[in-house]
T-cell receptor, first 115, second 114 residues
Framework: DQQVKQNSPSLSVQEGRISILNCDYT??????FLWYKKYPAEGPTFLIS?????DKNEDGRFTVFLNKSAKHLSLHIVPSQPGDSAVYFC??????????????FGQGTTLQVKP | DARVTQTPRHKVTEMGQEVTMRCQPI?????VFWYRQTMMQGLELLAY????????DSGMPKDRFSAEMPDATLATLKIQPSEPRDSAVYFC????????????FGQGTRLTVV
């Protein structure tokens, strides 16, 4: 039972263009959504989060959009840089509070940004 | 430099042997997670502790896996006996209930069971 799904295993974009990574979820009780970035041989690194009461959160080149009616979120990277090439994981916090609850992850999307 | 520390970074063992992985959470963090990364499942939650008490270990094969927190600075994940299908990267992460929803990950232990 995959509660958080990333249906695109990989994405390739040109440097300077927009990267859009997508994530779908099934549990309407999730209250926080997070994106992590992972380089080979390293642990995942937290990027950005969004509360379920918001529809957009922005941090520099990274923006996360949440569509609760569609149970869908996306991460936009603008402009994309070669250093953004990594695996991106979507995660959801399953405990209804802002504290660190159980994080459920998707399968990941490998982003390649070509120079 | 606050970070989650995992040891060993790499482990190769024979089938049937006991494997113990260790994690030192960030000082002051009271929530600890164990995840396993596989190609098919992504990051799979194995166990989850708060204030050293296990809150959820439903993702863990109970017959061979065990997770404990002997004290606030050490979490362990043990596999006995190990099997080839246990080969994966195991991550520990920690967080703080007074902070945000994010957890901070260690660099992982790459386990190979031959």
């Amino acid at each position: 039972d995959q509660q958080v799904k990333q249906n695109s295993p990989s994405l390739s974009v040109q440097e300077g263009r927009i990267s859009i990574l997508n994530c779908d979820y099934t549990n309407s009780m999730f209250d926080y959504f997070l994106w992590y970035k992972k380089y080979p041989a390293e642990g995942p690194t937290f990027l950005i989060s969004i509360s379920s009461i918001k529809d957009k959160n922005e941090d520099g080149r990274f923006t996360v959009f949440l569509n609760k009616s569609a149970k869908h979120l996306s991460l936009h990277i603008v402009p994309s840089q070669p250093g953004d090439s990594a695996v991106y994981f979507c995660a959801a916090n399953s405990i209804p509070s802002s504290n660190t609850g159980k994080l459920i992850f998707g399968q990941g999307t490998t982003l390649q940004v070509k120079p | 430099d606050a970070r989650v520390t995992q040891t060993p970074r790499h482990k190769v063992t024979e089938m049937g042997q006991e494997v113990t992985m260790r994690c030192q959470p960030i000082l002051g963090h009271n929530t600890v997670f164990w995840y396993r990364q596989t190609m098919m499942q992504g990051l799979e939650l194995l166990a989850y502790f708060r204030n050293r008490a296990p809150l959820d270990d439903s993702g863990m094969p109970k017959d061979r896996f065990s997770a404990e927190m002997p004290d606030a600075t050490l979490a362990t994940l043990k596999i006995q006996p190990s099997e080839p299908r246990d080969s994966a990267v195991y991550f520990c992460a920690s967080g703080w209930t007074g902070g945000g929803p994010e957890a901070f990950f260690g660099q992982g232990t790459r386990l190979t069971v031959v």
